[in-house]
């Protein structure tokens, strides 16, 4: 599908000539409303003349697009703009275009020629773009092109005034990035290289001649569209090649001592090293570029020798003595893991989490003759168990810890089916981030849990890491699964049960084997007077007791649970689980009953509704009717937000074993959004086809859907640009 710009109102400045025009009469060709801007003037800013913008109206004009012209100096930003409003009612891009040159070697730079470079190029974008920039704002959407030039990306001889302002350009731009993206204004910057009467005189003629503007023009409409997601880039370009270049810094190196004065003779030192690439990083933000300072700011004061060797800057602050390196750790994955099983683990799970026949409704889960047996929705942690187990996280790069000083903060697990009573499931864990909590580091691990290829479950295991923080890394992550509070109120409902003496005896049998929770003597070297419980043991109490609550002790109808691990519970003691139930959450906080400790706080379990489980639970043994059952959740909730965002209608047919299986419309064009089983009847502008398989595959990120595409996994009938839309939807279902 091409790249329309129908409706959309284009300024492009200096367009007049070279670059620009070739940008004017590209943009007008895709049905923009263009404002062809030039002054007329000489390449050295004097003059003035209306004939060259009028000419490239013309052309456009005669080849049936819409174009007006405007004679004013980019200087006068507002009057542009206004043109633009004057003939098209709106301004969505501006292509930041018009320039001079007034080349001289520095020494003979007068302030004129400063100051004229500096007007037209770095001011007058400034101008132009400030005056679109709230109409900008206000309609959430806009495209800025700024044109900088790789003598101010590397310098030049002879263009310090022309260097100095064009790499001026790329600071504007950055900046507008950042403060544009809300609005869904974006900012970037081209350093170009074509033949213009700017560059005939510094360029052989075939040069010239063979270097054509319409090799660039194609990148600055790409910028500019709609579906381009590109903010903040700087790019070259030029010959049909385009590439992208950003910052790499050394990892640098502290030159100074606790209680001792930095001295120039200690930076000549160690200069080799301030200036090796070696280990470079690439650092995005200003606060990366801060936090690092900080952090040696901070390890300086401490007295920690931060002078010398490969790990001493702010690129290694984070592997500080804590032995703790983010930029190392994250991302890592670790040896994959199998857990087989069969009723006898499931049975023992259960007794471990304190079930009892003394319960009838407990005997589903304690006898595999019942004609309901099944296997507690949290049995789920323990297949994903075995990767923490045996001290595998300290064998991650970049997570030197002292096993010893683990502690389990807070535990995530979400269900995508029920699970088996027997069979092989395979773990799959990574370092989803960590975090530096000043008395400790906090190691986000995730793992995902297979039966063949079908994902069952996933857990997000907390681990907190006393003493292993003050690394200077981030404090919070978006990838943790929040604990919520519950609300004021008192509890709906409060179920309580005591634990027996040898409760973390039976529990640890499931295959946590920490001596902690049997061995009187190891559990006095953590500090407590006697072994205590498991944490995931109470966890599996508050779990269960929600299930019988709200759920009929219907394992189908468990989605999720979060906790955080408070204080500890002794085995022989009483759970007592205070539960709040608010639409299909059930916020929980577990007491103990004796000394009324709270263990388990912020926490609480999702509960699929009863209607759906028909589709929760696939009855055609296609995983995706998972995936669409969420996408229905999401548009109930969110609706009316994606349909204008997105504003298509989605067609799905899923493939099993090459015949059709299934099919669904995603409708985020109507109303407030719909999702409906079966054909569409014609009313999707883009249809996907492709097998269950293969649509899990890309769900789950395993393959990026070009990739699908290209490899004919993923058939697309229609608006195939409208496939980027879809990320919206699927985008926070990766996991599912
Ligand atoms: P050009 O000279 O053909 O086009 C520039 C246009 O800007 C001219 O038509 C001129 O009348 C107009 N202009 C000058 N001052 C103006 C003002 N105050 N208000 C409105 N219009 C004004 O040059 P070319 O090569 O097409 O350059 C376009 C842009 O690309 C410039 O910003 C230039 O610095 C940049 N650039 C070009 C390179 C190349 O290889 N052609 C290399 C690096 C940067």
Redesign the pocket.
Same mark, same amino acid.
């Given at each position: 599908m091409s790249l329309s710009f129908e409706g959309r109102v284009v300024l492009v400045?200096?367009?007049?000539?070279?670059?620009?025009?070739?940008y004017a009469l590209a943009f007008a060709e895709r049905g923009a409303s263009v404002i062809v801007?030039?002054?007329?003037?000489?390449?050295k800013?004097g003059g003035k003349s209306s004939a060259?913008a009028d000419k490239v109206v013309e052309e456009i004009r005669a080849k049936g697009g819409k174009a007006v012209a405007n004679y004013?100096?980019?200087?006068d930003g507002e009057k542009l703009i206004q043109a633009a409003l004057d003939a098209f009612g709106r301004i969505d891009v501006v292509v930041?275009? !018009? /320039?001079?040159?007034r080349d001289r070697s520095f020494a003979r730079t007068s302030d004129l020629d400063w100051d004229l470079i500096h007007?037209?190029?770095l001011r007058?974008s400034f101008l132009v773009t400030r005056a679109a920039w709230n109409h900008m704002k206000k309609q959430k959407f806009g495209r800025i092109i700024m044109?900088?030039?790789?003598?101010g990306i590397y310098g030049n001889f002879g263009q310090a005034n022309?260097s100095a302002a064009?790499l001026g350009l790329v600071g504007l731009s950055n900046t507008l990035a950042i403060e544009g993206s809300k609005y869904n204004i974006h900012c970037n910057t081209i350093?170009?290289? !074509? /033949?213009?009467?700017?560059?005939e005189s510094v360029?052989p003629p075939d040069l010239v001649a063979a270097?054509k503007?319409e090799y660039v023009a194609p990148m600055v409409l790409w910028l500019c569209h709609e579906q381009c997601q590109e903010n903040g880039g700087l790019f070259e370009v030029?010959a049909g090649w385009i590439g992208k270049l950003r910052w790499e810094r050394t990892q640098g190196c502290t030159t100074r001592q606790k209680n001792q004065t930095m001295t120039p003779e200690a930076v000549r030192d160690q200069w080799d090293q301030v200036c090796d690439f070696t280990h470079s990083t690439k650092l995005t933000t200003v606060q990366e570029s801060l936090q690092s300072m900080m952090t040696v700011l901070s390890k300086v004061e401490s007295g920690h020798d931060v002078g010398t060797g490969p790990t001493a800057g702010p690129a290694a602050a984070a592997s500080s003595s804590s032995g703790i390196n983010p930029m190392a750790a994250v991302g890592q994955k670790l040896p994959q893991t199998t857990f087989s099983f069969s009723h006898v683990q499931c049975i023992l799970y259960a007794l471990g989490v304190g079930m009892s026949t003394k319960d009838p409704d407990h005997l589903r889960f304690l006898y595999e003759g019942h004609p309901d047996f099944s296997c507690l929705p949290t049995f789920g942690v323990i297949p994903s168990q075995a990767a923490m187990m045996s001290g595998g996280l300290s064998t991650v790069p970049g997570l030197d810890i002292d096993v010893t000083q683990v502690l389990h903060g807070e535990h995530y697990l979400e269900l995508y089916k029920p699970l088996p009573t027997s069979g092989i499931l395979t773990s799959e864990a990574s370092i989803a981030d960590v975090l530096d909590k000043g008395s400790g580091a906090l190691i986000l691990l995730d793992v995902n849990t297979y039966s063949g290829d079908v994902l069952i479950c996933f857990n997000q295991f907390s681990v907190f890491v006393v003493g292993a923080g003050g690394f200077g890394g981030k404090r919070a992550s978006e990838k943790a699964k929040a604990v919520v509070q519950p609300p004021q109120r008192a509890p709906d409902a409060v179920l309580v049960d005591s634990t027996t003496r040898d409760q973390a005896a039976l529990y640890r049998l499931s295959g946590d084997w920490n001596p902690l929770h049997i061995d009187p003597s190891f559990a006095a070297m953590g500090g407590f007077q006697a072994p205590i419980l498991h944490g995931l043991c109470s966890f599996g109490f508050a779990a269960r007791h929600v299930l019988k609550q709200f759920a009929d002790n219907d394992p189908a109808r468990f989605k999720a649970i979060k906790v955080r691990f408070v204080k500890p519970v002794m085995p022989g003691q009483c759970l007592q689980t205070e539960m709040w139930k608010e639409g299909n959450r059930v916020h929980i906080q577990s007491k103990v009953k004796e000394t009324g400790a709270v263990v388990l706080a912020g926490a609480y379990v999702d509960l699929h509704e009863t209607a759906e489980v028909s589709v929760g639970v696939p009855q055609g043994g296609l995983q995706s009717e998972l995936v669409f059952a969420e996408i229905g959740r999401r548009i109930k909730e969110s609706g009316g937000e994606l349909v204008k965002k997105v504003n298509a209608v989605f067609g799905w047919e899923i493939t099993k074993d090459g015949k059709n299986a299934a099919e669904w419309t995603i409708d985020l064009k109507n109303g407030s959004g719909a999702l409906h089983p079966g054909p569409n009847g014609g009313k999707a502008d883009v249809t996907f086809t492709v097998s269950d398989e293969d649509f899990m595959d890309v769900v789950l990120g395993k393959v990026n859907p070009q990739k699908a595409f290209f490899s004919g996994k993923l058939k697309i009938r229609g608006n195939v640009m409208l496939s980027q839309k879809l990320e919206v939807i699927l985008k926070d279902h990766a996991r599912l």
């Open positions: 400045t200096g367009a007049g000539g070279g670059l620009g025009k070739e801007n030039d002054l007329g003037a000489d390449t800013g060259a004013d100096s980019v200087e930041n275009n !018009a /320039g001079i040159l007007r037209v190029h007058g044109t900088a030039s790789a003598a022309y064009k350093a170009p290289v !074509a /033949g213009s009467r700017l560059t360029m270097l503007p030029g």
